[in-house]
């Protein structure tokens, strides 16, 4: 079973600031990586996938990047709509199945 | 637009049953791998069980292998997950959630609101 590990557990940033998040896979899951954000009391809301293409109508200050084991989510200029929880997700081939990071709380230094 | 409704949460005692529905709308579901999604409170999300498009394939966690069971109906356009002999550890929110497939890479586009299930006496 691949375990995914986010880093750090939370992260406090000033608005308008720059936020990096990390993940970390226990074996290369290539470029199978998606990000999520999740507000209190909705649904989590699909920002990466493909470790970095966005999704549909993500704003651009949204970024993803790496491959294999290390991957990163950068927020530039943090708006205060972006506070929120943030999951990482891996994607097996075989067995299929799907594998969530334990999530980075963005909070608001 | 896509929609995904979940309904029939609830409290249940352990070793109960619970029969969980989502209604889709807005696209064509029988073209669409579907998830089910945990969500202890407080906790993280975890992924349940997963569906091919004509239900030909079922995977699940194994902590559920066994006792629940994904379904869909594409004539309804609906996605079922019967849990059985539930356990205090089932609880969670549970989220019906669209599978995406782009040059070979998996993720969930699309969630419901989700559906409340507790596990207790």
């Known amino acids: 079973e691949i375990v995914m590990t986010q880093s750090p557990a939370t992260l406090s940033v000033s608005p308008g600031e720059r936020a990096t998040l990390s993940c970390r896979a226990s074996?290369?899951?290539?470029?199978?990586l998606a990000w999520y954000q999740q507000k209190p009391g909705q649904a989590p809301r699909l920002l990466i996938y493909?470790?970095?293409t966005r999704a549909t109508g993500i704003p651009a200050r949204f970024s993803g990047s790496g491959s294999g084991t290390e991957f990163t989510l950068t927020i530039n200029s943090l708006q205060s709509e972006d506070f929120a929880v943030y999951y990482c997700?891996?994607?097996?081939?075989?067995?299929?199945?799907?594998?969530f990071g334990q999530g980075t709380k963005l909070e608001i230094k | 637009e896509v929609q995904l409704v979940e309904s029939g949460g609830g409290l249940v005692q352990p070793g109960g049953s619970l029969r969980l529905s989502c209604a889709a709308s807005?696209?064509?579901?029988?073209?669409?791998?579907m998830s089910w999604v945990r969500q202890a409170p407080g906790k993280g999300l975890e992924w349940v069980a997963n569906?091919?498009?004509?239900?030909?394939?079922?995977y699940y966690v194994d902590s559920v292998k066994g006792r629940f069971t994904i379904s869909r109906d594409n004539a309804k356009n609906s996605l079922y997950l019967q849990m059985n002999s539930l356990r205090a550890e089932d609880t969670a929110v549970y989220y019906c959630a669209r599978e995406t497939m782009v040059r070979g890479v998996s993720a969930f586009d699309y969630w419901g609101q989700g559906t409340l299930v507790t596990v207790s006496s």
């Open positions: 997700q891996q994607y097996n081939n075989w067995p299929p199945g799907y594998t």
């Open positions: 493909g470790a970095s």
């Open positions: 569906i091919k498009e004509g239900g030909s394939e079922k």
């Open positions: 807005g696209f064509t579901f029988s073209s669409y791998w």
């Open positions: 074996q290369s899951v290539s470029s199978n």
